[in-house]
């Protein structure tokens, strides 16, 4: 999924002004200006849209990540310089403090429904055999349904 998609949503459903926004990643590492920021939330037409890189959404991530749960002083957190769909879920998974139930739930708000096992696939090393990729369509519908969660409307 569209990094920029997934960091509009963010904002959209946590209502995420730009100064908190601009503090998010300054918590995970990278201070980001007011004017980043806003080229980042265009829409992909816009003509001064400027994509957002997986290592700087990791960034953002890990900065909520901070915020919500307090960092941890033996080990800073991770960035990866590449994110896959599994890496957003997970980092959201954290920062809002979900359990698996809590997740299925959200995800069945949009019509997803998928068992334990499967979202269970999704968290596990990329070497095991159970391991699962996260398709667009399950990140995309996990979003919108932390939306109707979150900014029920």
Not at 17 to 26: A, R, T
Not at 60 to 80: Q, S, T
């Amino acid at each position: 999924m569209n990094n920029n998609d997934t960091l509009r949503s963010l904002r959209y459903t946590f209502d995420f002004s730009d100064d908190q926004m601009m503090s998010l990643f300054e918590l995970g590492g990278r201070p980001a200006t007011r004017s980043e920021v806003s080229d980042w939330l265009k829409k992909d037409d816009d003509p001064a849209f400027k994509p957002i890189y997986d290592k700087d959404l990791a960034q953002f991530l890990n900065g909520w990540i901070v915020k919500e749960r307090g960092k941890k002083d033996d080990k800073p957190l991770v960035v990866e310089k590449t994110l896959s769909n599994n890496g957003v879920l997970r980092k959201i998974r954290i920062a809002l403090s979900l359990q698996d139930e809590d997740m299925l739930e959200i995800l069945s708000k949009t019509g997803q429904h998928i068992s334990k096992h499967e979202l269970s696939a999704f968290f596990r090393n990329p070497s095991q055999s159970q391991y699962r990729p996260c398709k667009d369509q399950v990140l995309r519908n996990f979003l919108r349904g932390l939306r109707l969660t979150h900014r029920p409307e």
